[in-house]
């Protein structure tokens, strides 16, 4: 799977370890080392990945991800000597789809840059079926979401959370569950980060984030997609 991978590091030794591990990989790589070139590289040449590194000159990498994420659904995975949870989670809720703590392996993080083009990019030999609840329509063969008829831009992970659900339409999934659909076996990753996917994803899918009506938390258990005919009700 070639890709175009922007790793914006102000490590210059971290970065041309990154990029000779991704080259190895087969993909193309563009390094740069502050957080506005990375936004402006992005403009000019629409990767598939960004990888960003979160302490950076000039713009920090959590910015450059919020700059990111106001125009463009591309994949995000952030790296960062910051290991506490809220640190992780800030930059969940910035939009970005993984996260990777300092020190790391390199065969781990090209692991995850794998899983994160995957999901990603439309599979081409992937099901043709759209999945649906009530209004809102997850297609999976084209990595697209509507609802009531209209588009609606999900990063990789809110993309792959909702697909998940959407799948099982009325059916709770706990968070562990849905950790794995989108993150699978993971030492950085807490089950807190899929509460900031689901907020994201209901501002983008309800009528009144505050008051969900289709993205419902089932108290105690988990979450579940609500559609007209499932024989469920929001709860």
Do not use: W
Not at 19 to 45: S, T
Not at 51 to 76: F, I
Not at 105 to 122: G, I
Not at 159 to 177: D, E, I, K, N, S
Request: charge should be neutral.
């Amino acid at each position: 799977m070639c890709a175009h991978v922007l790793v914006a590091e102000d490590d210059v030794n971290q970065a041309d370890l990154i990029r000779r591990y991704l080259e190895h990989e087969g993909h193309f790589v563009r390094v740069v080392h502050d957080g506005r070139a990375a936004v402006e590289e992005h403009h000019r040449e629409r990767p598939d990945l960004v990888v960003l590194d979160v302490m950076m000159p000039v713009m920090s990498g959590l910015e450059a991800c919020r700059t990111l994420r106001a125009e463009s659904d591309v994949a995000v995975l952030m790296l960062t000597a910051r290991s506490t949870e809220e640190d992780l989670l800030t930059g969940l809720d910035l939009g970005a789809d993984d996260y990777v703590t300092k020190p790391y392996s390199p065969r781990e993080l090209m692991a995850r840059v794998r899983t994160l083009l995957r999901r990603s990019r439309r599979d081409p030999d992937g099901p043709d079926r759209v999945l649906r609840a009530g209004p809102v329509a997850v297609d999976p063969s084209r990595h697209a979401v509507r609802v009531d008829g209209e588009p609606v831009e999900c990063t990789p992970a809110e993309f792959q959370l909702l697909a998940a659900l959407a799948a099982r339409p009325g059916r709770v999934l706990t968070r562990a569950q849905l950790l794995e659909y989108i993150h699978g076996m993971s030492r950085f990753i807490t089950e807190r980060t899929i509460d900031v996917h689901v907020k994201n994803l209901r501002k983008k899918l309800e009528p009144n984030p505050r008051k969900p009506v289709r993205l419902v938390t089932v108290y105690g258990v988990g979450y579940k997609l609500v559609g007209a005919g499932d024989g469920t009700s929001p709860g």
